[in-house]
């Protein structure tokens, strides 16, 4: 077994970490690279205290890098949530990575994963539905929180390879029996198709790295290209409808995961294509707002024209009734008191104190509210003037309204004027001006 290191210049590395779990794949690569790097090697384990042969495996490990002179780091999970065992435990796994390669300025980090493992994982991919860089399955070299990277340096090599190495060298390991156990998804692949496969032809694994290095150059091409396209229609965490709606679905899917993928920070396992056409649903329907619930408290917003990403917000409650004072801000809506105007456009209302009951309140919409719009010699409720105004569902509740004491609506700023409303070269005593202040959608 011979590894491919040259391109990573290890020689200007003064550490690098390596994920061992004392199995055999992290045994072999452990042992090959304290046999043939001159780095310092920090050997990070993670206790996952779910089988009682895991503290045995922690003392074996912890000895074996007393011996060969190399550090050791090691976390032990304490308890889980219950809900993903397999998710959760990966999780906490790269969190620990990262602690350890911030702890000791490293720029790489070595797994163990195998061309069995590729074989594995690119058809539980297909079978499970992604996009073509999840298709392509583990990468031999893939960036880490934009800072790291992660080396696979086994992807050529099957697990007899390994196996056929630990004996050569003597190298002691420990069986995980859980690895055998088909509750688990990818111990079913391993036990009853990849045996198939490597009948068929026994170097299958190479084809697998082929399709793989194969995909991964067509998505590297198709990333550049809707990186492109993206930074022009999506701004501010808003995407233009109307433009994504030109282009093809195949380059629809590749933005909503570019964009995705930026959002959870490029973590696996949590965009899946489902999400993706679920989006799609969402911009196709007849609807002019809608909304639609992601991952890790994520939320997605039609509105109009726009589709909007951000974090899921607890409800609010938007009842208010606030006396109008000299400068009032609601939300990101300002009303001021003024003492002259030039224009005449629904962000200003003039009333005269004559015709109204003193004092004047601001507050949110009301079912039921209607408005006697100036010049329109009738009433319209405010509910369809929103409507009509393409004012966001979400934004509706808490828009301020403008009432005298006797909440008679003198006023939906920016929006409509009431038959109270005087011209500017009419008598009035009161002049108001409404502006949005301008702050992030997502904060």
Not at 77 to 89: P, V
Not at 325 to 348: L, P, S, W, Y
Not at 419 to 437: A, G, Q, T, V
Request: hydrophobic letters at 30%; aromatic letters at 12%.
């Amino acid at each position: 077994m011979k590894l491919q290191l040259k391109s990573l210049n290890l020689d200007n590395e003064n550490y690098i970490v390596i994920g061992v779990s004392a199995g055999p794949d992290s045994m072999a690569l452990l042992h090959y690279l304290k046999e043939h790097i001159n780095s310092k090697i920090i050997c990070a384990h993670i206790n996952h205290n779910v089988r009682k042969e895991s503290a045995k495996e922690e003392k074996f490990l912890e000895d074996y890098c007393l011996n060969n002179n190399i550090i050791f780091e090691k976390m032990k999970i304490e308890k889980y949530s219950g809900k993903n065992f397999e998710a959760e435990a990966r999780e906490k796994r790269y969190n620990f990575y990262f602690e350890v390669l911030k702890k000791y300025h490293c720029k790489y980090l070595f797994l163990a994963h195998h061309g069995d493992d590729l074989i594995e994982t690119v058809l539980m991919k297909i079978a499970r539905g992604s996009n073509l860089e999840g298709y392509a399955g583990i990468k031999k070299l893939s960036l880490f929180k934009n800072k790291y990277y992660i080396v696979r340096p086994l992807l050529n090599y099957t697990k007899k390879d390994i196996l056929n190495y630990l004996e050569n060298n003597n190298v002691k390991y420990y069986i995980d029996k859980s690895n055998k156990d088909t509750a688990y998804t990818r111990n079913r692949y391993r036990k009853y198709i990849l045996p198939f496969l490597k009948k068929e032809d026994v170097n299958i694994h190479k084809k697998f790295l082929k399709y793989s290095e194969t995909l991964l150059e067509y998505d590297n091409y198709i990333k550049k290209e809707t990186k492109n396209i993206v930074d022009n229609i999506y701004k501010k965490n808003m995407l233009n409808i109307t433009e994504f709606n030109k282009l093809e679905k195949f380059m629809k899917k590749n933005i909503l995961y570019c964009i995705l993928n930026s959002l959870y920070n490029n973590v696996s396992n949590i965009v899946t294509e489902k999400h993706v056409n679920n989006i799609i649903k969402l911009i196709d329907s007849n609807n002019s707002n809608g909304s639609l619930n992601l991952p890790k408290k994520m939320k997605i917003l039609k509105q109009y024209d726009y589709l909007i990403f951000k974090e899921h917000e607890n409800e609010k409650n938007y009842d208010y009734k606030i006396e109008l004072k000299q400068n009032n801000t609601i939300n990101n809506h300002v009303i001021e008191i003024i003492n002259n105007a030039d224009n005449d456009g629904n962000n200003i209302c003039r009333i005269n104190s004559k015709d109204i009951k003193l004092p004047l309140y601001i507050r949110n919409k009301k079912d039921g509210d209607f408005i006697e719009v100036l010049g329109l010699n009738g009433k319209k409720k405010v509910k369809e003037i929103f409507i009509e105004k393409k004012i966001p569902t979400k934004d509706r509740n808490s828009y301020p309204i403008l009432v005298d004491s006797n909440d008679n609506i003198l006023w939906v700023p920016n929006l409509k004027k009431s038959k109270f409303n005087k011209k500017k070269e009419e008598k009035y005593d009161i002049i108001l001006k409404y502006y949005e202040r301008e702050d992030e959608i997502n904060e």
